[in-house]
């Protein structure tokens, strides 16, 4: 496996915030906690959208003349509808009073889809060829590493939580702070890889 240590300034920008964010703790006071987070969750639901087009559109995986190519990246495109979906609640955030069954099948639907596109060869094929000939860009999968488990243990208590959680009633808002330099640092990873394959 190959490592790129290249390290830009966005992702030094990135590293910075997860240090930074713990700063809002001190400045709570100020800000109105339940809508700034929601405003950010409206954030990370737009964002994420926008991988998901930016990725088909820009990879055009139904073009791919290569089969392993083709549903590398159309499997890519569902991994950012899927953490669309799962941001969303399966849709609950827009249509709550809709039967809880709605949203289990859109969950089924979308993770059973990621689930079952590795039974084809040519995927798994392409998954190890990625593996063994891109070289992997490591600060910004740290970067995206690093923001996940800071993220979870804010949101379920784990050791170290009180380092970026200073106060139990900001938990949602400093979760949802930490989920930004993650979905930006996935981002600029899968980006890292769709100009390797551009240029193939």
Not at 159 to 164: G, M, P, V
């Amino acid at each position: 496996m190959k490592v790129d240590k290249t390290i830009s300034w966005p992702i030094v920008i990135l590293w910075g915030s997860l240090f930074l964010i713990p700063l809002f703790n001190n400045l709570s006071q100020n800000l109105n906690i339940d809508l700034a987070t929601k405003t950010i969750e409206y954030f990370q639901s737009i964002t994420l959208i926008f991988c998901a087009f930016f990725t088909w559109f820009y990879m055009k995986p139904l073009q791919q003349k290569i089969q392993g190519m083709k549903l590398f990246w159309l499997w890519a495109t569902i991994w950012w509808i899927t953490l669309f979906g799962r941001g969303i609640n399966w849709g609950r955030e827009f249509f709550p009073n809709l039967d809880h069954i709605y949203f289990r099948l859109v969950s089924v639907v979308l993770i059973g889809s990621l689930v079952l596109m590795l039974f084809a060869s040519p995927l798994r094929k392409s998954i190890v060829f990625h593996l063994k000939n891109t070289a992997i860009p490591l600060w910004s999968l740290l970067l995206t590493l690093c923001a996940f488990l800071i993220s979870d243990s804010v949101e379920h208590h784990r050791f170290l939580s009180s380092i970026f959680l200073h106060h139990a009633e900001l938990q949602s808002f400093i979760e949802e702070l930490y989920e930004i330099p993650l979905i930006i640092g996935l981002f600029i990873s899968s980006l890292y890889f769709m100009k390797k394959d551009k240029s193939l």
